[in-house]
């Protein structure tokens, strides 16, 4: 099993910035892909970023040029850097993981972002 406890959620204006956090334990790998998901309100779970173990980044277009992934192999923890927010924005984001030795995807319990003036 892997645990994953995100962090830093909160109101923010639009044009604001946010940074989330996510800390990973228990049976997490280096080798494991990394991700952020959100959910808005009466919406389907949007895919944000994935960073691998190697430092490729992948985001959605929804996303790209305004938020910045990145992880700390060493500390087993993952930043969603997210600037230039729009109320769209708004949802519940989720950390995510995927091993490649238990084939499982592992997902958080969310953090709450609200774009809001």
């Known amino acids: 099993q892997v645990q994953l406890v995100e962090s830093g959620g909160g109101l923010v204006q639009p044009g604001g910035s946010l940074t989330l956090s996510c800390s990973a334990s228990g049976q997490f790998f280096t080798s494991n892909t990394m991700d952020w998901y959100r959910q808005a309100p009466g919406q389907q779970r949007e895919f944000v970023a994935r960073?691998?173990?190697?430092?490729?980044?992948t985001y959605g277009d929804a996303v790209e040029g305004r938020f910045t992934v990145s992880r700390h192999n060493a500390k087993n923890t993952l930043t969603l850097e997210m600037n230039d927010l729009k109320v769209e924005d708004t949802g519940v984001y989720y950390c995510?993981?995927?091993?490649?030795?238990?084939?499982?995807?592992?997902w958080g319990q969310g953090t709450q972002v609200t774009v809001s003036s």
């Open positions: 995510a993981s995927f091993s490649f030795v238990t084939r499982t995807k592992y």
């Open positions: 960073v691998t173990s190697g430092g490729t980044t």
